[in-house]
């Protein structure tokens, strides 16, 4: 369950198309995946305006303000847009829901279908694994403030609240429900028609929507680290480039990603994304290698000259 996504990714999609070698994307595995993938977080929360709200509310049932209901019919109306590219998508587009099964995030869900006709959703799916990062029972004010400080002292993606998980333990959930989404994409459940742009839309909680990013685009620790947390009701759209591969620079820009907290080689890497071929390797990434063999530019070189002069002799 804990394999590399690309790894696993290219397995999956590769399996539709092993005995078809068409570049940059051939037709067949073009039919199934989801022209989009788009996180969105919840709404304005009861408890994201008043902490006081965890002491007495169940944090799954934390319902939604106001203003929160108001931004998802706001936030329904944004993906309607983006779904239809403003009404001139010449194709059938169609939307597939995933939602967290918290209550404001099963709110934000209700006012975001508002904007979608019934033709246009092809379904909806209830996934416990995308739910928020469980932070314990009920929680007491004072308490969560002193643990919250020793969080940052000890780092947020290994720090483990009592009775609770830490952010490696929703990276383990979200790696898991990944495995099903492939699943779903390849038994064709998110298509009733292969000429549909599906958009699939999954409606979480935000450090989740960061974890899932993290997994999806194999970012480290420590970038995980420098990212900021998404709005109330703000989007990530992980669109489907030319040559297979997802990228977030496909739909927003590089200064959108540097305030979400993505350094110049993550954001480099995203446009790379943006026109790569399923199945390349952005050598060019940091992080994949360079970052843990520091000696193998210099060696590289050298065995270079000796496979020069080998070949020589």
Known sequence: MQEDHRNNSHHHTNHFHRNNHHSPINHHLQRFLPKRII?????ESQGNLDTAAYTTIPDNKIPLTPLGL????????QLLNLASENGTCAKNWRVYFYVSPYERTRSTLREIGRSFERERIVGVREECRVREQDFGNFQVEERMRVIKRTRERFGRFFYRFPEGESAADVFDRVSNFLESLWRDIDMNRLHQDPSHDV????????LTCRVFLMKWFKWTVEQFEHLNNLGNCEIRVMQLGQGGEYSLAIHHTEEEMQEWG????MIADQKWRANAKKGQWNESCPWYLDAFFDHLKDGDNEGEVKDNDSSTM
């Open 70 to 77: 108001a931004q998802a019919r706001e936030a329904g109306a």
């Open 39 to 43: 996180l969105v977080r919840h709404g």
């Open 199 to 206: 958009n699939l839309i999954i409606i979480s909680h935000g």
């Open 262 to 265: 993505l350094s110049p080689e």
